[in-house]
């Protein structure tokens, strides 16, 4: 009897056995919760950040680099602080800030390491690491930090900083993590794919200390980190530093252009400001006080500022109405008949038109063209007219995005008879008489310094243009300029129509419109100024804006500036433009009166003059003082620039 | 007779001895793969480490296999209440002079060396419990016999409790397995086992649940008697033993809270619940699972163990053994290992069950009870069914005394065995 019981005890046994065995099964094979488990403990995921991409100018002057900076990271778990505010008084931080970053990181995790301080320098790392060893869960990690040796060119280069949120969470493929550094505005946005590279993943064994105990199978998984690329531009960055010079105390734009290849030599957005101040761990106060400028130093004037063209704008009339066969280079119109003023003794043919920027004659060219349609009917003319001056100004890219490798190129405005239908009311509810203005590059047309540098681009070329751009290449060999870079567009208008009109513009320069000093020997300038109405919003003086391009044969400058403010075109921009062609052209300076002139002269508006200004609504005491303060920048920049005060120190040579 | 004392001439059960070295030689594999460090390839012969030191035991135990293999088989039958009584001696011995290791101060030291006599006294538990049911005559429905016999296993129970070793307390347990072979009324383990179900499930659902389940199920019985059985007595025996259960849910509730330490609730308590704190009380645990579960199918290989190599598990190569294999060898080797222990125990089992006399078969009984209740806890305890108990993987885990122990236990087994087929032959 008893010794069956041995049958019952073999049973448990094997009972026992198999209840573990489907449990391991269940663990083993069916469950792979806990495998997922072990690479998530054992295996950690390395990240190695490659260098981004360095910038350069066309004569391979370094425009951009990485300093070695280091990220200073706590774990919070670890940190022994025996004082606290002698760590902050080092740290150069205060108490709250110290406070509230480790919250942070605590919130985030009291064993992983958070980001304590950005971007600290060499030089304060060095300060500090002997003192580190003090304080226990503190770690610094190496690395980089934009920097630019040109101290130029800040708005077309946009800066490097922490993604956004919005950016985080609207990328296609998901690359960035929160905290990456990536490309904002500027060429560092348009070329961040090139740029950044690609990171790199290393797969390594970490014992339960978190010790590195070699890579991962042989790191079969791994991959390497692929460096940026290096963007080589065809900026002149000499030129550009000298452009940048001439435009101190002036608000504007400058750009120039090579002609035969469409690139950008100058792009100077004036008030600038050291590219550095938006590369350091002060970012967002110094990018904050950026914003605060009155003169919005932050806006890019080459490519996002519309502007009406004024009398620029009279060369593509002249151009296009010689095309269409209502004009001749000997057409001659007086002043008579005209509602508008001029300044020169009229009886223009074509050439002293453009030389002396007759408005009258270009308002009987633009009335011949509009009714140069065989329809009687004087409205329906118009639009018939319109519609042909729009699609034939269109192709000087006139209207529309250009396609210059900057991500924030504003399209401006050309207007077609749908938009006067629609500002009139209705079809056939104006005619010429209502869109006259038109005629000299005013009334509702809106173009950026880019379209116009592109204009005067494309008369040095007698006919076609290719699209600005910043690029040269990639590289050391220079690869890799997009194909749109390399198309040219015909403008649909024949050699011989520019002929005239370059006259008219080498006699502009000579002894027309432009200031004298401005004709410098030797370099052949053609140009055509413009002045800009701008009574928006009651300010005395219109821009100043002048095109043009040198020498007046094969042509290897492109130029356009804009002064705001500054009256009269002959005399601010074009002084301007002539010495930028000068320094390109010659290398050097010749015409030392001009500069003298350009550098002594103040275009700066008074704030109160300023769009959005408000009044400073005197506070009494009792009320928090610090809402109602003006911005209390700008004062100091316009009278002195070689004082440093605390705001003028991020404004440099407006 | 002298030829019975030449131990190479034997008869040995070989299979029990096949099996034995199978786990030998697979632990000590394992003990290597454990503290095995990818970058400084140590040896399997590296004295410095616990592999080469689990060389050196398993030396020393083929020398002590030999002696007893050597000596004659009487000896373990007359002088085992000597070496229970020794035993005792030594187990009080250790409570004034012993080595406190990880709080328990149950460990001799000799130089380098220590040994854990706690490890012994199960052999000299099961020498004496042999010893004294050889006697004719004893019975286990005797409330006198029942009584001498629980003396012999509480008495060391006590001791080693004193020393603060919960694990190897909970070993004498075990001895119900040869009891019940014995003539143990079938009540005493079933009520055993129900006491140890209510435990379970009083950590786990509140109080209230399980006392209306226990009425429900008492009412059931009652409701399902023949009707002439459902006497006035009966049904208050029924009734005392809702009583005593509900007392008992009441109880280990206390006990659980108010009398177990921090470290032994929480060890309870995860078996219930792993994901109660996976860094702190659940690591163990959740790693050993992690471990185990991250070796699929086939393992990831001997030697490429990401999680016991780099100290995830803790004691890897003591008690968490169990998880280099499943790590390193998957499902499969979880599957031999266990398949290997089954077999062990049942092979032993049928051969106590071959036995001339009562000591043997006793004995016996004994060694599979020990063996079988080692392995269930210790691997039941690295997949999480059983709560986190330090006691060794028998013949598996590195360790000078655990290996010692679980060797002469099973070699005096298998030299009384011999004794058994000698006799047979002649």
Redesign the interface.
């Known amino acids: 009897m008893?010794?069956n019981?041995?049958w019952?005890?073999?049973g448990?046994?094997?009972l026992?056995?198999l209840?573990?065995?489907t449990?391991?099964?269940y663990?083993?094979?069916l469950?792979?919760?806990?495998?997922l488990?072990?690479?998530k403990?054992?295996?950690k995921r390395v990240v190695e950040i490659p260098y981004r991409g360095q910038i350069y100018d066309r004569n391979n002057q370094l425009i951009v680099y990485n300093t070695p900076v280091y990220d200073l990271y706590v774990t919070p778990k670890q940190v022994r602080i025996p004082d606290t505010s002698a760590f902050c008084r080092m740290m150069n931080i205060s108490v709250s800030d110290f406070d509230s970053i480790m919250g942070l990181a605590s919130n985030y995790s009291r064993v992983k390491p958070s980001l304590f301080l950005r971007q600290l320098s060499k030089e304060d790392f060095a300060r500090i690491q002997d003192a580190l060893v003090d304080y226990r869960g503190f770690e610094p990690v190496i690395s980089s930090m934009r920097t630019y040796p040109a101290h130029t060119l800040s708005n077309a280069l946009g800066y490097v900083s922490e993604i956004s949120k919005k950016q985080l969470d609207s990328q296609d493929i998901l690359y960035y993590r929160q905290g990456d550094y990536i490309g904002h505005n500027g060429l560092e946005e348009q070329y961040e794919e090139q740029l950044r590279g690609r990171r790199g993943v290393k797969f390594m064994?970490?014992?339960?200390?978190g010790v590195n105990?070699?890579s991962?199978k042989n790191g079969a998984y791994d991959t390497l980190a692929v460096a940026g690329q290096n963007l080589i531009t065809g900026i002149d960055v000499d030129v550009q530093k000298y452009a940048d010079s001439l435009m101190q105390n002036k608000v504007g734009a400058v750009l120039a252009v090579e002609p035969a290849t469409g690139e950008i030599l100058v792009s100077v957005s004036a008030p600038t400001y050291d590219p550095n101040l938006l590369s350091s761990r002060f970012f967002s106060k110094n990018y904050r006080a950026l914003l605060r400028n009155p003169y919005k130093p932050l806006i890019n004037r080459p490519v996002m500022s519309s502007y009406r063209p004024g009398s620029t704008f009279k060369l593509i009339q002249a151009l296009i109405a010689q095309q269409q066969g209502s004009l001749l280079p000997t057409t001659v119109y007086g002043h008579a008949g005209s509602p508008m003023r001029c300044h020169c003794r009229g009886g223009n043919n074509l050439r002293g038109a453009v030389q002396n920027s007759c408005n009258p004659y270009f308002y009987f060219v633009f009335r011949k063209f509009l009714y140069f349609n065989g329809e009687h009917n004087t409205f329906k003319a118009s639009a018939i007219g319109l519609k042909q001056w729009h699609d034939m100004a269109e192709k000087f890219g006139i209207g529309s995005k250009l396609g210059v490798d900057l991500p924030s190129e504003k399209k401006g405005n050309l207007p077609t008879p749908e938009y006067y239908d629609k500002a009139y009311g209705g079809t056939l509810r104006w005619k010429f008489s209502n869109v006259y203005s038109l005629s000299i590059g005013e009334g509702e047309l809106l173009i950026s310094p880019l379209k116009l540098v592109n204009l005067a681009a494309t008369i040095a070329n007698r006919g076609w243009f290719i699209t600005p751009h910043y690029i040269k290449g990639f590289g050391k060999s220079g690869a890799g300029l997009p194909a749109e870079y390399l198309e040219r567009h015909e403008t649909g208008i024949d050699y011989k129509y520019y002929l005239p009109v370059i006259d008219g513009m080498r006699g502009a320069v000579a002894h027309g419109t432009v200031t004298p000093l401005a004709n410098i020997a030797g370099i052949d300038l053609c140009g055509k100024t413009g002045t800009s109405q701008n009574n928006k919003f009651g300010h005395k003086f219109d821009h100043s804006i002048f095109i043009g391009f040198a020498p007046m044969n094969n042509p290897k400058i492109a130029v356009a500036v804009f002064v705001e403010n500054a009256g009269w075109g002959g005399k601010a921009a074009a002084s301007v433009a002539a010495l930028v062609a000068e320094r390109y052209l010659k290398r050097k300076t010749e015409a030392k009166k001009l500069e003298e002139q350009v550098l002594a002269s103040n275009y700066m508006p008074p704030i109160s003059g300023l769009p959005g200004y408000k009044k400073p609504v005197p506070v009494s005491p009792r009320k928090d003082t610090a809402q109602h303060k003006p911005a209390p920048a700008p004062k100091p920049l316009m009278t002195d620039t070689k004082a440093k005060p605390v705001v003028a120190a991020f404004i440099r040579g407006n | 007779m002298a030829r019975n004392n030449d131990p190479f001439s034997q008869n040995i059960d070989w299979l029990t001895l096949l099996l034995y070295f199978g786990c030998v030689a697979m632990g000590w594999l394992n003990v290597y793969a454990a503290v095995y460090s990818p970058e400084d390839h140590t040896s399997l012969f590296d004295m410095s480490t616990n592999a080469g030191k689990q060389m050196m035991w398993i030396g020393t135990t083929v020398i002590l296999i030999i002696c007893i293999l050597v000596v004659n088989h009487t000896f373990f039958d007359t002088f085992a209440f000597v070496f229970y009584g020794f035993m005792i001696l030594v187990l009080i011995l250790v409570l004034f002079a012993g080595t406190n290791i990880n709080g328990s101060r149950s460990w001799f030291k000799f130089g380098s060396v220590s040994i854990q006599p706690a490890e012994f006294a199960k052999v000299a538990t099961a020498l004496a419990l042999a010893k004294y049911l050889d006697v004719p005559g004893t019975n286990l429905t005797k409330q006198k016999d029942l009584m001498y016999i629980g003396g012999i296993i509480v008495l060391p129970c006590l001791l080693i409790l004193a020393s603060n070793e919960t694990g190897s307390t909970l070993v004498f347990a075990s001895f119900t397995i040869m009891l019940y072979r014995e003539g143990l009324p079938s009540w005493i383990p079933a009520v055993g086992i129900t006491a140890a179900a209510l435990f379970v499930l009083a950590l786990i659902f509140p109080k209230l649940y399980i006392f209306i389940g226990i009425g429900a199920l008492l009412g059931l019985v009652i409701l399902l008697m023949p009707r002439y059985n459902r006497t006035v007595a009966n049904l208050l025996a029924i009734g005392l033993v809702g009583i005593v259960m509900i007392g008992y849910v009441t109880g280990v509730d206390f006990f659980v809270n108010n009398v177990l330490q921090k470290h032994q609730r929480n060890r309870i308590k995860v078996l219930v619940d792993p994901k109660i704190d996976p860094l702190g009380v659940g690591w163990n645990v959740t790693q050993a699972k992690i471990a185990i579960g991250s070796g699929r199918l086939q393992g990831k290989g001997f030697l490429e163990g990401t999680q016991t190599k780099f100290d995830f598990v803790p004691e890897q190569s003591t008690d968490f053994i169990f998880c280099t294999i499943g790590e390193e060898h998957g499902f499969i080797g979880g599957l031999v290992v266990i398949a290997l222990f089954i077999g062990l125990v049942s092979r032993i089992v049928i051969l106590a069950e071959k036995q001339r006399t009562k000591f043997a078969r006793v004995y016996g009984y004994c060694v599979a009870g020990i063996i079988f209740f080692h392995v269930m806890v210790n691997i039941g305890m690295t997949i999480g069914l059983m709560p986190v108990i330090g006691i060794p993987l028998p013949f598996f885990s590195y360790g000078g005394s655990s290996l010692w122990s679980f060797s002469i236990l099973l070699f005096i087994f298998l030299k009384l065995d011999s004794r058994r087929t000698a006799l047979t032959r002649r």
């Open positions: 008893l010794e019981r041995k019952v005890i073999i448990i046994f094997c026992v056995g209840t573990y065995l449990r391991l099964f663990l083993q094979v469950d792979d919760t806990y495998s488990g072990a690479s403990n054992s295996i064994m970490q014992n339960v200390h105990k070699g991962w």
